[in-house]
């Protein structure tokens, strides 16, 4: 779990930011922390947090109803649709992205904006084109009637209850 924590989220948030941010220091996109005054300031701190509480939420959810973990190395053995799972396909993702636009507001960093929308775009591409049909492939018809109800990006505001929505 920790080299899961390290690689994968570890990486996407910690370092490859820290590296931009210290690459960009003395540009005319060196970051500039916001200040308590600021709305951005707390606007990042908000988006921080967010992020932070989805992807706690997220793992334990991985670990205790799908018996394993975000890893693609060590996947969860169940299908997740609990918990913020209910209202999207991937919360995990979404938690990164809130974190990203909380770290660029908080620096009031361009790199660090770019760097939010390569993740998205990213994201955009392989979550449809893999690790869906990966899901699909490992889970079978409950993972394809979770995607016939439950948006992937967009939330849906009433949570899913599958035992009372067929699949259409």
Request: glycine fraction near 6%.
């Amino acid at each position: 779990m920790i080299a899961a924590i390290i690689v994968l989220p570890g990486n996407v948030l910690v370092t490859i930011p820290g590296i931009m941010l210290w690459l960009t220091r003395e540009t005319r996109f060196a970051a500039q922390l916001a200040q308590p005054n600021q709305v951005l300031f707390w606007a990042g701190l908000v988006m921080i947090t967010t992020g932070l509480a989805l992807a706690v939420w997220t793992v334990h959810l991985f670990l205790t109803h799908g018996q394993g973990t975000p890893a693609p190395w060590e996947p969860p053995q169940n299908l997740v649709v609990s918990g913020p799972y209910r209202h999207v396909h991937n919360p995990m993702i979404s938690g990164a992205l809130f974190i990203l636009m909380g770290e660029a507001l908080l620096f009031q960093s361009v790199p660090l904006l770019m760097w939010w929308l390569i993740f998205l775009l990213a994201n955009l591409i392989y979550l449809p084109i893999f690790e869906e049909r990966d899901l699909l492939v490992r889970y079978g018809e409950a993972y394809k009637r979770y995607i016939a109800h439950v948006p992937r990006w967009l939330p849906r505001l009433q949570p899913w209850n599958g035992n009372n929505e067929k699949l259409d």
